[in-house]
T-cell receptor, first 114, second 112 residues
């Protein structure tokens, strides 16, 4: 595997379900990100981790719970979601948080909340 | 607040040149990125500008004017595979970190 991978690619869940999204990067990067991409809206940054420590929480509701066990893996735990949370969830990584560090994106998980 | 504007849609002909504009009003500026995103796929990096002027990379060029809060992405010799969404993103200077604020993207359709 190369680059940034995400599983599952598609997920349908009810509002009472609990599920998790997984992201893995094979680039030797230290920073990882979760973004939300809704139809007709800009990509929204949700969380930033650097060396496993959360450095940014962009006022995300607590029904989204991130976890970063190491620099290569990032999870997004989901519980009691709402239909408006249906979106494409993108993971990204970068070497670090320096200004010149380009972000590499995964293919995303298409989430549908019924 | 932060505001990034780009046209929603554009159509161009194969072999032609197209310019996609992006204007921004942000509190602090630390660079501008262009990404390409094909439907159902990950955004991929195209270019990065932090100083005024033109950056050229093959068929793609990106221009930045910080005083005008303006950038454009120029695509030459258009190919059908260039049909995609083009995302403009500004890196902010707020509180450190590598935070990007994205525009809504410009959906480019290349026709024969």
């Amino acid at each position: 595997e190369t680059g940034v991978t995400q599983t599952p690619r598609h997920l349908v869940m009810g509002m009472t379900n609990k599920k998790s999204l997984k992201c893995e990067q094979h680039l030797g990067h230290n920073a990882m990100y979760w973004y939300k991409q809704s139809a007709k809206k800009p990509l929204e940054l949700m969380f930033v981790y650097n060396f496993k420590e959360q450095t940014e929480n962009n006022s995300v509701p607590s029904r989204f719970s991130p976890e970063c066990p190491n620099s290569s893996h990032l999870f997004l735990h989901l519980h009691t979601l709402q239909p408006e949370d249906s979106a494409l969830y993108l993971c990204a990584s970068s070497l670090g948080l320096a200004a010149t560090n380009e972000q590499f994106f995964g293919p995303g998980t298409r989430l549908t909340v019924l | 607040g932060q505001n990034i504007d780009q046209p929603t849609e554009m159509t161009a002909t194969e072999g032609a040149i197209v310019q996609i504009n992006c204007t921004y009003q942000t509190s602090g500026f630390n660079g501008l990125f262009w990404y390409q995103q094909h439907a159902g796929e990950a955004p991929t990096f195209l270019s990065y500008n932090v100083l005024d002027g033109l950056e050229e990379k093959g068929r793609f060029s990106s221009f930045l004017s910080r005083s005008k809060g303006y950038s454009y992405l120029l695509l030459k010799e258009l190919q059908m595979k260039d049909s995609a969404s083009y995302l403009c993103a500004v890196r902010l200077l707020t509180g450190g970190g590598n935070k990007l604020t994205f525009g809504t993207g410009t959906q480019l359709k290349v026709e024969l």
